[in-house]
């Protein structure tokens, strides 16, 4: 049995979460290995501390500091986890035009309105506003910025060794995207955050790539003041 | 029982009732300002990040995804904005390790007081990646599953940043001699 197991068996009996297979074996390893057993004493006294921190009562203030700050208008309007189902849907109406135009200028030839067709489909697309490279320590790859009808959002595509944290700021918002890339296989990922709130008002949009509180990179998106 | 609560008050949240939003806040209010402050070890800062993510959450009810806790959901905004928060924070040395912690009287005086403080130290020399993993499963007591959710990871990656977490802390006990 590896370092790695044994310490997983030490966790697993911490959390509770043996079988008793597990427990069989725990207890074989502890009675023949002294130092593995001052370690998992030295774990469970930990956790025992750990647990002890409890809660502290915040003031009494907390509540009602709250309440008096709610906005009037109760719920944001519904802008569903960013814009991923967004684009895909987008995309997939985009195709589904596209094959169909194919598929009748096959049958009837090319007509004469198909380019107003292309415009109309493009109308509610998402457009690129700015782009830009991203780049630092092992990580690389490209930050978009996009609007479309429901308002602007981050497209971002990185390759990176490491699971990183993007935070975006502009103006009083910011968003947090966390461990981008640590989903499997690790190493490319690519996320798309809507950033409700953040209008084309000619201001900046400030992007740091975080690993823990070390900051990798920064880049900067324009978002130029709309029409 | 408690999930159907939350359910049929953020239903009612939706459509409009805000005394139904008070009912959440005096459930969570406890925890979620208990995270925060065990983030960043600061009481004032725990007390904006406590106000920002109940703003947030009431402001993005909408976003909200049934399919997940409802407390996950409100621990993951309370993370986040911990997390912009230190990393805004300037660097401030050996401050939040030494920061004292706010919490009166008798608590402190106990004989377990300085065990106590110097778990919380540790708790600090830890990244925030790893703290937020220790505090979410020890101090609101998680399973893997809600911390997962809180945190956007997948399990497997919460077990091991609790693992590092436990390892870590216990190293930093043995170099105080705590343990």
């Known amino acids: 049995m590896t370092n790695d197991e044994r310490m997983a ?3 697993a009996e911490l959390d509770g979460d043996l079988s008793s297979q597990q427990r069989a074996d725990l207890a074989r390893l502890l009675l023949a290995d002294p130092q593995m057993r001052a370690l998992r ?8 501390r750990l647990d002890a921190i409890g809660q502290v ?5 907390l509540k009602d500091s709250i309440l008096k700050r709610l ?23 985009a195709g589904l035009l596209m094959a169909g135009t194919i598929v009748y200028e096959t049958v009837q030839g090319p007509a004469p309105g198909s380019r107003e067709t292309a415009g109309t489909m493009a109308a509610d697309a998402p457009t690129t506003v700015d782009s830009v490279a991203l780049g630092g320590g092992s990580v690389t790859g490209r930050a978009t910025l996009y609007r479309d009808k429901n308002g602007l959002a981050v497209g971002l595509e990185v390759s990176t060794a490491e699971p990183v944290d993007v935070l975006i700021t502009s ?23 809507a950033l409700p709130g953040v209008k084309m008002q000619g201001q900046d949009i400030e992007l740091s790539l975080l690993v823990g509180e070390r900051t990798l990179s920064r880049a900067t998106l324009r978002a130029p003041a709309g029409p | 029982m408690k999930e159907e609560d939350d359910a049929a008050l953020v239903l009612r949240c939706r459509e409009g009732d805000r005394h139904a939003f008070e009912q959440l806040v005096i459930r969570y209010q406890k925890p979620v300002f208990n995270v925060a402050l065990r983030m960043l070890r600061d009481r004032q800062d725990a007390l904006d990040i406590a106000q920002t993510t109940f703003l947030k959450a009431f402001e993005h009810l909408a976003d909200y995804d049934p399919a997940f806790r409802f407390y996950s959901w409100l621990y993951r905004i309370a993370i986040n904005e911990s997390l912009n928060a230190l990393a805004l924070r300037k660097p401030r040395g050996d401050l939040d390790a030494n ?15 300085q065990a106590l403080q110097a778990i919380e130290d540790a708790l600090m020399r830890l990244s925030p990646e790893l703290r937020s993993a220790a505090i979410l499963r020890h101090i609101t ?13 997948p399990e497997k990656t919460v077990k091991s940043r609790l693992h590092s977490a436990r390892e870590r802390l216990r190293e930093h006990l043995l170099r105080d001699e705590v343990i």
């Open chain 1, 9 to 11: 068996l030490i966790h």
């Open chain 1, 41 to 48: 004493d030295e774990l469970k006294g930990l956790c025992s």
């Open chain 1, 57 to 61: 009562e915040p003031p009494p203030q």
């Open chain 1, 71 to 93: 906005p009037s208008v109760p719920v944001a309007p519904t802008y569903r986890k960013a814009s991923f189902g967004r684009w895909r849907l987008a995309a997939m109406v």
């Open chain 1, 171 to 193: 103006g009083g918002h910011s968003f947090r995207i966390n461990a981008l890339g640590s989903s499997e296989p690790p190493g490319h990922a690519r996320q798309t955050v």
């Open chain 2, 99 to 113: 920061a004292a912690d706010e919490r009166p009287g008798p608590d402190r005086d106990a004989e377990g007081g």
């Open chain 2, 141 to 153: 007591q998680l399973s893997y599953e809600n911390i997962a959710q809180a945190l956007g990871l």
